[in-house]
């Protein structure tokens, strides 16, 4: 047991990040039937949509999950709202003010969760009445920070700041990752990039097998004008790089990012003109694993790192 762990009434501090076209409820029941924290991804889903997933999730799990709102998507009322009417008791906010909605929630019973990438923002958001926040570093899939702050370094810095409970992400998808970032002062981890390559995410196959084959190197962080995102370097990168090489003016740059590009790649698994949202660690993952699987493996190792600590001696 732990801050994480109690406060969420779940088994182990593992989160799964909520990801637009890739988390709906087959993902968020999984892994919450595998003893961590299981989060529907609203971002990517029409109101109705959203509706249907936590209905479906409500269905094939009996343990908690919650909701994931990224706050600068349209139909963001509407969405709350159907977040208290299905009784759902955890929504983790993301990319926005956290005084918009944390009261509102609570004041419905919500214990609410926001994810900042900078230790300013980790104090607005403790300010705000959070009931824990995620610290993401540069590392992370989706996305970013404009500050390019790595995991590594964000995680000591925050935990220096606030008293409430500190999740890590950004960079995590082993056991060995978790007990490094619990190390440095978290209670728990979110991952993303590692439950992209699971059997239950609804990414496109193709999408999934990018992952599998991506190596160090292979992603970057791009469009800080518009919203930083981390993307592997395919060829819609590079004709993003291309535009820059011109010196673009944002509204060219929003112009060639256009609509769709997102679901295009991740989820209808266009690998040439899709946006492929992935974190830098998709450098370690070789396989498409079950959710079971990937939360076992992530404990084993954590304990075997456990051990292996305890025998340091200098
Ligand atoms: C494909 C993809 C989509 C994502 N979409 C969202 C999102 O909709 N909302 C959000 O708060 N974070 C989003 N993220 C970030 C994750 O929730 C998580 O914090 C991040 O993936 C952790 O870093 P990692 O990828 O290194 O594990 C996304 C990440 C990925 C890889």
């Not at 993902?27 to 029409?46: F, K, P, R, T, W």
């Not at 999950?65 to 906010?93: A, H």
């Not at 995620?134 to 790595?150: I, M, P």
């Given at each position: 047991?732990?801050?994480?762990?109690?406060?969420?009434?779940?088994k182990?501090?593992?989160?799964q990040?909520?990801?637009?076209?890739?988390?709906?409820?087959?993902?968020?029941?999984?892994?919450?039937?595998?003893?961590?924290?299981?989060?529907?991804?609203?971002?990517?889903?029409?109101?109705?949509?959203?509706?249907?997933?936590?209905?479906?999730?409500?269905?094939?799990?009996?343990?908690p999950?919650?909701?994931?709102?990224?706050?600068?998507?349209?139909?963001?009322?509407?969405?709350?709202?159907?977040?208290?009417?299905?009784?759902?008791?955890?929504?983790?906010?993301?990319?926005?003010?956290?005084?918009?909605?944390?009261?509102?929630?609570?004041?419905?019973?919500?214990?609410?969760?926001?994810?900042?990438?900078?230790?300013?923002?980790?104090?607005?958001?403790?300010d705000?009445?959070?009931?824990?926040?995620?610290?993401?570093?540069f590392?992370?899939?989706?996305?970013?920070?404009?500050?390019?702050?790595?995991?590594?370094?964000?995680?000591?810095?925050?935990?220096?700041?606030?008293?409430?409970?500190?999740?890590a992400?950004?960079?995590?998808?082993?056991?060995?990752?978790?007990?490094?970032?619990?190390?440095?002062?978290?209670?728990?981890?979110?991952?993303?990039?590692?439950?992209?390559?699971?059997?239950?995410?609804?990414?496109?196959?193709?999408?999934?097998?990018?992952?599998?084959?991506?190596?160090?190197?292979?992603?970057?962080?791009?469009?800080?004008?518009?919203?930083p995102?981390?993307l592997?370097?395919?060829?819609?990168?590079?004709?993003?790089?291309?535009?820059?090489?011109?010196?673009?003016?944002?509204?060219?740059?929003?112009?060639?990012?256009?609509?769709?590009?997102?679901?295009?790649?991740?989820?209808e698994?266009?690998?040439?003109?899709?946006?492929?949202?992935?974190?830098q660690?998709?450098?370690?993952?070789?396989?498409?694993?079950?959710?079971?699987t990937?939360?076992?493996?992530?404990?084993?190792?954590?304990?075997?790192?456990?051990?292996?600590?305890?025998?340091?001696?200098?």
């Amino acid at each position: 047991m732990n801050k994480i762990t109690s406060l969420f009434e779940i088994k182990y501090p593992i989160i799964q990040g909520g990801m637009i076209w890739n988390s709906g409820y087959k993902l968020a029941s999984a892994v919450s039937n595998a003893g961590g924290l299981g989060l529907i991804g609203a971002g990517s889903m029409y109101p109705d949509v959203l509706r249907e997933h936590i209905q479906k999730c409500k269905k094939a799990t009996d343990k908690p999950f919650g909701v994931n709102v990224p706050m600068l998507y349209p139909n963001i009322e509407e969405i709350i709202q159907i977040i208290i009417e299905e009784g759902v008791k955890i929504v983790f906010t993301s990319a926005g003010n956290p005084k918009t909605w944390t009261q509102h929630l609570k004041d419905n019973g919500i214990k609410v969760v926001h994810v900042v990438s900078s230790a300013k923002f980790a104090m607005k958001a403790q300010d705000a009445g959070v009931d824990a926040i995620v610290a993401e570093g540069f590392e992370a899939g989706g996305h970013n920070g404009r500050d390019e702050t790595t995991t590594l370094t964000l995680i000591p810095i925050v935990r220096e700041k606030i008293d409430i409970p500190l999740i890590a992400a950004g960079g995590i998808a082993t056991g060995r990752g978790m007990m490094a970032a619990m190390i440095l002062g978290a209670d728990g981890v979110q991952m993303g990039t590692r439950f992209v390559a699971s059997i239950e995410s609804s990414a496109h196959a193709d999408f999934k097998t990018t992952v599998v084959n991506a190596n160090e190197g292979d992603t970057q962080l791009t469009l800080k004008e518009l919203a930083p995102v981390r993307l592997v370097k395919n060829k819609f990168y590079n004709d993003v790089q291309e535009l820059y090489a011109k010196g673009p003016s944002k509204e060219e740059l929003e112009a060639l990012l256009g609509k769709r590009r997102a679901k295009r790649g991740m989820f209808e698994g266009d690998l040439i003109e899709g946006e492929l949202e992935i974190g830098q660690i998709s450098g370690l993952i070789h396989d498409i694993l079950p959710v079971q699987t990937i939360i076992n493996n992530v404990m084993n190792e954590f304990q075997q790192a456990q051990k292996e600590t305890q025998q340091f001696q200098f």
